[in-house]
Protein backbone atom coordinates (compact mmCIF):
# COMPACT_ATOMS: atom_id res chain seq x y z
CA UNK A 1 0.00 0.00 0.00
CA UNK A 2 1.55 3.33 -0.91
CA UNK A 3 1.56 6.41 1.71
CA UNK A 4 3.36 9.90 2.06
CA UNK A 5 6.22 8.07 2.65
CA UNK A 6 6.46 5.57 -0.93
CA UNK A 7 9.28 6.56 -3.25
CA UNK A 8 8.16 7.32 -6.42
CA UNK A 9 10.34 5.72 -9.33
CA UNK A 10 9.51 5.43 -13.38
CA UNK A 11 10.21 5.59 -16.99
CA UNK A 12 10.15 8.59 -19.35
CA UNK A 13 10.31 8.23 -23.23
CA UNK A 14 7.60 8.12 -26.59
CA UNK A 15 6.44 5.20 -26.70
CA UNK A 16 6.07 3.57 -23.65
CA UNK A 17 2.81 1.61 -24.08
CA UNK A 18 4.06 -1.43 -25.12
CA UNK A 19 6.46 -1.13 -22.10
CA UNK A 20 6.79 -4.03 -19.54
CA UNK A 21 9.58 -1.67 -16.90
CA UNK A 22 6.47 -1.03 -14.31
CA UNK A 23 6.05 -4.66 -13.84
CA UNK A 24 9.81 -5.75 -14.13
CA UNK A 25 10.33 -3.07 -11.44
CA UNK A 26 7.31 -3.17 -8.76
CA UNK A 27 8.20 -7.08 -8.82
CA UNK A 28 11.93 -6.33 -7.38
CA UNK A 29 10.51 -3.61 -5.28
CA UNK A 30 8.40 -6.27 -3.46
CA UNK A 31 10.83 -9.06 -3.05
CA UNK A 32 13.23 -6.20 -1.56
CA UNK A 33 10.63 -5.11 0.93
CA UNK A 34 10.92 -1.62 -0.39
CA UNK A 35 7.99 0.70 -0.29
CA UNK A 36 8.15 2.47 -3.68
CA UNK A 37 6.32 2.58 -6.87
CA UNK A 38 7.21 2.62 -10.23
CA UNK A 39 5.12 4.02 -13.24
CA UNK A 40 5.71 4.55 -16.86
CA UNK A 41 4.95 8.20 -18.32
CA UNK A 42 4.42 9.08 -22.28
CA UNK A 43 6.65 12.21 -22.61
CA UNK A 44 7.08 14.52 -25.95
CA UNK A 45 9.59 15.55 -27.22
CA UNK A 46 8.61 18.93 -26.17
CA UNK A 47 7.79 18.01 -22.58
CA UNK A 48 11.53 16.80 -21.48
CA UNK A 49 12.36 19.56 -20.29
CA UNK A 50 9.66 20.59 -17.73
CA UNK A 51 8.93 16.35 -17.09
CA UNK A 52 12.42 16.41 -16.17
CA UNK A 53 12.57 19.26 -14.13
CA UNK A 54 9.26 18.15 -11.90
CA UNK A 55 10.83 14.38 -11.07
CA UNK A 56 13.78 16.27 -9.95
CA UNK A 57 11.21 17.29 -7.46
CA UNK A 58 9.41 14.38 -6.67
CA UNK A 59 11.11 11.21 -7.30
CA UNK A 60 14.15 9.27 -6.21
CA UNK A 61 14.95 8.17 -9.41
CA UNK A 62 14.12 7.70 -13.30
CA UNK A 63 14.49 5.78 -16.58
CA UNK A 64 14.88 7.19 -19.40
CA UNK A 65 14.02 5.60 -23.02
CA UNK A 66 13.71 6.30 -26.64
CA UNK A 67 13.78 8.97 -28.26
CA UNK A 68 15.11 10.91 -25.54
CA UNK A 69 18.26 9.94 -24.20
CA UNK A 70 21.39 12.34 -25.33
CA UNK A 71 18.92 15.26 -24.86
CA UNK A 72 18.81 13.98 -20.60
CA UNK A 73 22.54 13.36 -20.60
CA UNK A 74 22.48 17.33 -21.16
CA UNK A 75 20.05 18.00 -18.63
CA UNK A 76 21.53 16.57 -15.47
CA UNK A 77 24.21 18.47 -13.11
CA UNK A 78 26.66 15.01 -13.03
CA UNK A 79 27.22 11.92 -15.44
CA UNK A 80 29.25 8.65 -14.94
CA UNK A 81 31.92 7.39 -16.98
CA UNK A 82 29.05 5.58 -19.03
CA UNK A 83 26.92 8.40 -19.33
CA UNK A 84 29.63 10.98 -20.12
CA UNK A 85 31.69 8.70 -22.94
CA UNK A 86 28.57 7.84 -24.66
CA UNK A 87 26.78 11.03 -23.99
CA UNK A 88 23.21 8.85 -23.46
CA UNK A 89 21.68 8.87 -20.43
CA UNK A 90 18.85 6.55 -19.33
CA UNK A 91 18.64 6.46 -15.57
CA UNK A 92 19.13 9.14 -13.47
CA UNK A 93 19.28 9.55 -9.73
CA UNK A 94 18.09 12.26 -7.63
CA UNK A 95 20.11 13.44 -5.13
CA UNK A 96 19.25 16.47 -3.10
CA UNK A 97 17.76 18.10 -5.95
CA UNK A 98 20.57 17.36 -8.12
CA UNK A 99 19.90 14.94 -11.38
CA UNK A 100 23.67 12.03 -11.50
CA UNK A 101 22.60 10.30 -15.16
CA UNK A 102 24.39 6.95 -15.40
CA UNK A 103 24.17 4.69 -18.46
CA UNK A 104 22.99 1.07 -17.28
CA UNK A 105 22.49 0.17 -20.78
CA UNK A 106 25.70 0.13 -21.45
CA UNK A 107 26.53 -2.38 -18.06
CA UNK A 108 23.61 -4.61 -19.75
CA UNK A 109 25.24 -4.82 -22.94
CA UNK A 110 28.49 -5.93 -21.39
CA UNK A 111 26.51 -8.69 -19.50
CA UNK A 112 25.09 -9.86 -22.74
CA UNK A 113 28.17 -9.78 -24.35
CA UNK A 114 29.32 -12.23 -21.90
CA UNK A 115 26.52 -14.27 -21.75
CA UNK A 116 27.15 -14.56 -25.43
CA UNK A 117 30.79 -15.39 -25.12
CA UNK A 118 31.03 -12.87 -27.83
CA UNK A 119 34.39 -10.56 -27.12
CA UNK A 120 36.25 -9.31 -29.20
CA UNK A 121 36.59 -9.24 -32.67
CA UNK A 122 33.90 -7.42 -35.35
CA UNK A 123 30.40 -6.14 -34.59
CA UNK A 124 27.72 -4.66 -36.85
CA UNK A 125 25.39 -2.48 -34.63
CA UNK A 126 21.98 -1.36 -36.69
CA UNK A 127 21.09 1.88 -34.92
CA UNK A 128 23.10 4.84 -34.24
CA UNK A 129 20.94 6.73 -31.53
CA UNK A 130 21.38 6.35 -27.41
CA UNK A 131 21.15 2.69 -27.32
CA UNK A 132 23.79 2.14 -30.26
CA UNK A 133 26.13 4.29 -27.99
CA UNK A 134 25.73 2.12 -25.16
CA UNK A 135 26.75 -0.92 -27.02
CA UNK A 136 29.18 0.71 -28.77
CA UNK A 137 30.89 1.44 -24.93
CA UNK A 138 30.01 -2.22 -24.22
CA UNK A 139 32.51 -3.25 -27.13
CA UNK A 140 35.18 -1.48 -26.63
CA UNK A 141 34.87 -2.61 -22.83
CA UNK A 142 34.73 -6.08 -24.00
CA UNK A 143 38.36 -5.73 -26.63
CA UNK A 144 36.05 -5.60 -30.02
CA UNK A 145 38.59 -4.36 -32.08
CA UNK A 146 36.02 -3.11 -34.96
CA UNK A 147 32.54 -1.87 -35.04
CA UNK A 148 30.31 -1.12 -38.46
CA UNK A 149 27.48 1.17 -37.68
CA UNK A 150 24.28 1.30 -40.19
CA UNK A 151 21.43 3.20 -39.98
CA UNK A 152 18.67 4.43 -42.10
CA UNK A 153 20.23 7.73 -41.83
CA UNK A 154 23.86 7.17 -43.04
CA UNK A 155 24.83 10.54 -41.26
CA UNK A 156 23.90 9.45 -37.97
CA UNK A 157 25.94 5.81 -38.18
CA UNK A 158 29.14 7.69 -39.79
CA UNK A 159 29.07 10.22 -36.72
CA UNK A 160 28.75 7.42 -34.29
CA UNK A 161 31.22 5.30 -36.11
CA UNK A 162 33.16 8.75 -35.75
CA UNK A 163 32.75 8.92 -32.18
CA UNK A 164 33.98 5.53 -31.59
CA UNK A 165 37.27 5.79 -33.31
CA UNK A 166 37.65 9.20 -31.57
CA UNK A 167 36.64 8.00 -28.38
CA UNK A 168 37.71 4.47 -28.13
CA UNK A 169 40.69 4.13 -30.77
CA UNK A 170 38.55 1.20 -32.53
CA UNK A 171 38.18 1.02 -36.14
CA UNK A 172 34.79 1.94 -37.44
CA UNK A 173 32.59 2.92 -40.14
CA UNK A 174 29.25 3.87 -41.00
CA UNK A 175 27.00 3.28 -43.71
CA UNK A 176 22.86 3.61 -45.00
CA UNK A 177 21.18 0.35 -43.58
CA UNK A 178 19.92 -1.61 -47.37
CA UNK A 179 19.38 -5.08 -47.13
CA UNK A 180 23.30 -5.01 -48.84
CA UNK A 181 24.93 -3.19 -46.32
CA UNK A 182 23.72 -5.36 -43.67
CA UNK A 183 24.69 -8.79 -45.67
CA UNK A 184 28.24 -7.01 -46.25
CA UNK A 185 29.14 -6.05 -42.60
CA UNK A 186 26.91 -8.79 -40.90
CA UNK A 187 29.34 -11.52 -43.30
CA UNK A 188 32.74 -9.53 -41.66
CA UNK A 189 31.17 -9.64 -38.16
CA UNK A 190 30.95 -12.19 -35.51
CA UNK A 191 28.27 -9.85 -33.05
CA UNK A 192 25.42 -8.38 -34.80
CA UNK A 193 22.77 -6.08 -32.65
CA UNK A 194 19.60 -4.68 -33.30
CA UNK A 195 19.85 -1.45 -31.34
CA UNK A 196 17.05 0.05 -32.76
CA UNK A 197 13.10 -0.16 -31.86
CA UNK A 198 12.75 -2.60 -34.67
CA UNK A 199 10.59 -5.78 -33.88
CA UNK A 200 9.11 -4.16 -30.46
CA UNK A 201 6.86 -1.22 -32.16
CA UNK A 202 6.50 -2.45 -35.34
CA UNK A 203 8.56 -3.60 -38.19
CA UNK A 204 11.26 -6.01 -38.17
CA UNK A 205 15.27 -6.21 -39.20
CA UNK A 206 15.35 -7.95 -42.03
CA UNK A 207 18.58 -10.05 -42.20
CA UNK A 208 18.84 -12.87 -44.75
CA UNK A 209 18.97 -16.54 -43.67
CA UNK A 210 23.09 -17.09 -45.32
CA UNK A 211 23.99 -14.24 -43.27
CA UNK A 212 22.30 -16.47 -40.22
CA UNK A 213 24.03 -19.61 -41.05
CA UNK A 214 27.47 -19.04 -39.32
CA UNK A 215 28.92 -19.02 -36.01
CA UNK A 216 27.28 -15.79 -35.39
CA UNK A 217 25.92 -14.11 -32.23
CA UNK A 218 23.01 -12.36 -32.21
CA UNK A 219 21.47 -9.19 -29.91
CA UNK A 220 18.66 -7.58 -30.34
CA UNK A 221 17.75 -5.11 -27.35
CA UNK A 222 14.04 -4.57 -28.78
CA UNK A 223 11.78 -7.34 -27.55
CA UNK A 224 8.26 -8.96 -27.92
CA UNK A 225 5.92 -11.70 -27.16
CA UNK A 226 7.93 -14.76 -27.97
CA UNK A 227 10.70 -12.79 -28.80
CA UNK A 228 11.63 -10.61 -32.34
CA UNK A 229 11.25 -12.46 -35.42
CA UNK A 230 14.97 -11.76 -35.45
CA UNK A 231 15.74 -13.68 -32.24
CA UNK A 232 13.58 -16.49 -33.03
CA UNK A 233 14.89 -17.27 -36.64
CA UNK A 234 18.55 -17.25 -34.89
CA UNK A 235 17.81 -19.55 -32.51
CA UNK A 236 15.99 -21.78 -35.08
CA UNK A 237 19.54 -21.86 -36.40
CA UNK A 238 21.51 -22.79 -33.41
CA UNK A 239 22.91 -19.16 -33.11
CA UNK A 240 23.69 -17.79 -29.63
CA UNK A 241 20.97 -15.23 -29.02
CA UNK A 242 20.35 -12.32 -26.44
CA UNK A 243 17.05 -10.67 -26.36
CA UNK A 244 15.43 -7.94 -25.01
CA UNK A 245 14.42 -8.88 -21.65
CA UNK A 246 17.28 -10.03 -20.74
CA UNK A 247 18.64 -6.77 -21.67
CA UNK A 248 15.74 -4.92 -19.85
CA UNK A 249 16.21 -7.18 -16.92
CA UNK A 250 19.69 -6.24 -16.68
CA UNK A 251 20.07 -2.34 -17.26
CA UNK A 252 16.81 -2.58 -14.76
CA UNK A 253 18.68 -4.32 -12.27
CA UNK A 254 22.17 -2.08 -12.71
CA UNK A 255 18.96 0.84 -12.59
CA UNK A 256 17.94 -0.36 -9.31
CA UNK A 257 21.47 -0.56 -7.70
CA UNK A 258 22.05 2.78 -9.11
CA UNK A 259 18.96 4.42 -7.28
CA UNK A 260 19.08 2.17 -3.80
CA UNK A 261 22.68 0.62 -3.49
CA UNK A 262 21.83 -2.40 -3.11
CA UNK A 263 20.96 -5.64 -6.02
CA UNK A 264 17.95 -6.43 -6.54
CA UNK A 265 16.55 -10.08 -7.31
CA UNK A 266 17.38 -10.85 -10.76
CA UNK A 267 14.78 -14.18 -10.67
CA UNK A 268 12.13 -12.49 -9.94
CA UNK A 269 12.30 -9.78 -12.46
CA UNK A 270 12.78 -12.13 -15.11
CA UNK A 271 9.91 -13.63 -13.76
CA UNK A 272 7.97 -11.15 -14.30
CA UNK A 273 9.18 -9.65 -17.49
CA UNK A 274 7.80 -13.30 -18.29
CA UNK A 275 4.47 -13.00 -17.23
CA UNK A 276 3.77 -9.73 -18.58
CA UNK A 277 5.11 -10.74 -22.30
CA UNK A 278 3.01 -13.74 -21.63
CA UNK A 279 -0.32 -11.18 -20.81
CA UNK A 280 0.41 -9.42 -24.13
CA UNK A 281 0.95 -12.72 -26.53
CA UNK A 282 -2.70 -13.65 -24.96
CA UNK A 283 -3.88 -10.13 -25.14
Excluded at 52 to 74: C, D, Q, Y
Excluded at 131 to 160: C, H, I, M, N, Q
Aim: hydrophobic residues 45%; contains cysteine.
Amino acid sequence: MTDSSTALYCLIGDPVSGSISPQVHTAAYAAMGLNAVYLAFRVSGDAIRPAVEGLRVIARGFNVTIPHKTRVALMVEELTQEASLTSAVNAVMVRDGSLIGHNTDALAASDLIDRLNARGGVATIVGAGGAAKSVAYALWRKGFSRVLVLDRTPDRAEALASGVKALYGLDASGAQLSAQSLVDAVGRSNLLVNATPLGMYGGELEVPDEVLARDLAVMDLAYAPGGTELVRRARARGLRTADGVEFLVSQAAHSISFWTGRWPPVDAMSGAAEEAIGRARKG
